[in-house]
């Protein structure tokens, strides 16, 4: 079972521990306390360095089990790179994942680690925090206890931080730890199977964020009916599950001024409904909530570090199976706008959802700006594979502050095109648009029918289907649903929209 992680931060000198921690850059001895805490070892550097082949390069490490003058069990030597006042933060956050797979690899279960170079700002460490506590999470709830774990329970990991300035770093990691709780609140939603998370098992979890002061509004099935959300409404229809539109507001900023929306797909799980998928594969489609689950996590960021912002995520919670009542290729439905679709294929579901929550969410709350959050489409992930989002905008301006956010916390973005020609794709004999317009161009017809539902609000669709399941390891995750958007949507808001 996972071990439960405790953060905490202290001054220097570091006191005996079990596991202790400190940095060489590459082709340099360590500096500062580190290099204090060597000299007590009574080892020589160069030929110490040298026997091990440690240069100081990122990912390396040196170990000295029981050192000679230090009081700690084992001493590790990891290696920090090239020094580089102008490294992004994500270089840092790379650094944390990497500290986690070090200390996981020794078992150990209390740890101090020196961060006090001349580069190690409040922020730097407050990104190694953040990037331990997301390399650290595992989602393995469902499986048995190991043999070896004591009465089948997770110990603790203590990890204290000795920095030069306590006060500085204990707020930044806690501002910043907001985000990466925020992030793994999305991973465990996204993680989760469909037959323990269901519709109103996610409410409920959403549901638990007035515990942060967020507002929570649920509407249900009737409710939506009297809005006219039979676009929404035609793809739960086939399940057993019941609807919810869910409504989170957190109210950080100007009493009056005009709140950020965020608005997320949940499909609890997708078959297909009667145009039904291929069974390879299928059991991923328990991620097809990840846009909800983003905008979950988001609005849990944004409460927790009090952001001082209004803002309002609205997440469609449905389920999509094939059965009797089920919604059938053909079928033609009225949208909450008014506006007349013709449903070609069952399993282009995830636009109509978002389509009565666009509307709904432009109609009443008036919002600055929307974005949009879904696992749409396959065909994003054959033109970016996994390692950027798809990203359509009707506003340059938000379009670019997205990249920009993209970068500074790699969860990538890349845009592509709208336009009339990709507009006309969608338009139906027999209604005024269609779900989809086939193969050609498949992301970007689907980006076209959710601009017809957000007038002339400013609005960006991210299309999370490669990023945001099923992804590649990286430093700071090994989980199967990274939680993708949360840290990207908070640092949009942070960068450009907080009071």
Partial sequence: MTQQLTIKTAALPPKATGTLVIYANEGAAPEGAGAQIWAATGLDWQATASAASFKGKQGQQLEIIAPKGVEAQRLLVLGAGKPDAAASATVWTDRGGSL???????????????????????????????????????????????????????????????????AAAKAAIANRGAVADGTIVARDLINEPAN??????FAERAGKLAELGVEIEMLDEPAMRKLGM??????????????????????GGKAGEAPVAFIGKGVVFDTGGISIKPAANMEDMKGDMGGAAAVTGLMHALAA?????????????????????????????????????????????GRLVLADALWYTQDRFKPKFMINLATLTGA???????????????????????????????EKVWRMPLGPAYDKIIESRFADIKNTGGRPAGSITAAAFLQRFVND??????????AGMGVSPSETNTSWGPGFGVALLDRLVRDHYEG
């Fill in 100 to 166: 986690a797979a070090k200390i996981a690899a020794t078992r150990a279960t209390e740890a101090a680690v020196v961060l006090d170079g001349a580069d190690a700002t409040p922020q730097a460490i407050a990104e190694v925090a953040a990037g331990l506590k997301l390399r650290h999470y595992k989602f393995d709830k469902y499986k048995s206890p190991k043999k070896d774990d004591e009465n089948g329970e997770a110990k603790t990991l203590t990890v204290t931080f000795h920095v030069a300035d306590e």
């Fill in 380 to 410: 994003i992930v054959v033109a970016l594979g996994q390692e950027y989002a798809g990203l359509f905008s009707n506003n340059d301006d938000l379009a670019s502050r997205l990249y920009a956010a993209g970068l500074a916390t790699n």
């Fill in 196 to 201: 323990v998370l269901g519709t109103l098992e």
């Fill in 457 to 466: 609000v400013p609005w960006a669709h991210l299309d999370i289907a490669g």
């Fill in 305 to 349: 570090r009090k952001a001082k912002v209004n803002a309002v995520g609205v997440i469609g919670l449905v389920e999509n199976m094939p059965s009797g009542t089920a919604t059938r290729p053909g079928d033609i439905v009225k949208a909450m706008s008014g506006t007349t679709i013709e449903i070609i294929n069952t399993d282009a579901e």
């Fill in 230 to 251: 039979n676009s929404l409404l035609a793809v739960s229809q086939g399940s057993a599950r019941p609807p919810r539109l869910v409504i989170m507001r957190w109210n």
